[in-house]
Nanobody, 123 residues
């Protein structure tokens, strides 16, 4: 099993920045992908960004490209999400996710999830 613990999030004005972190513990797998998804009430969980742990390749949904940056710290076994130029449409619960193997954009491909952290962007 893999445990994921998120930190960060909060309330910020439009144009501001926030940083989310996710610490992974438990079993490790040589080939894995870690990702961030977000969800608002009544809507399906949406892919935001992912990073291939071994190769450091990154992937973003179009709406956050150029504003958000995902990164990993191998020594600390953590993944971070730097969010800049935030807009009210970024308001959601953000979830860290982990899958064995390569990149995927669908939430059903990810076996392990954090508890979620709220990001609220005021206009």
């Amino acid at each position: 099993q893999v445990q994921l613990v998120e930190s960060g999030g909060g309330l910020v004005q439009a144009g501001g920045s926030l940083r989310l972190s996710c610490a992974a513990s438990g079993r490790t797998f040589p080939t894995r992908t870690m990702a961030w998804f977000r969800q608002v009430p009544g809507r399906e969980r949406e892919f935001v960004t992912a990073i291939d742990w071994a190769g450091d390749s990154t992937y973003y949904t179009d709406s956050v490209q150029g504003r958000f940056t995902i990164s990993r710290d191998i020594a600390k076994n953590t993944v971070s999400l730097q969010m800049n130029s935030l807009v009210p449409e970024d308001t959601a619960s953000y979830y860290c996710a982990y899958k064995i193997g390569g990149y995927a954009r669908v939430h059903r491909a990810y076996a392990f999830w954090g508890q979620g952290t709220q990001v609220t962007v005021s206009s």
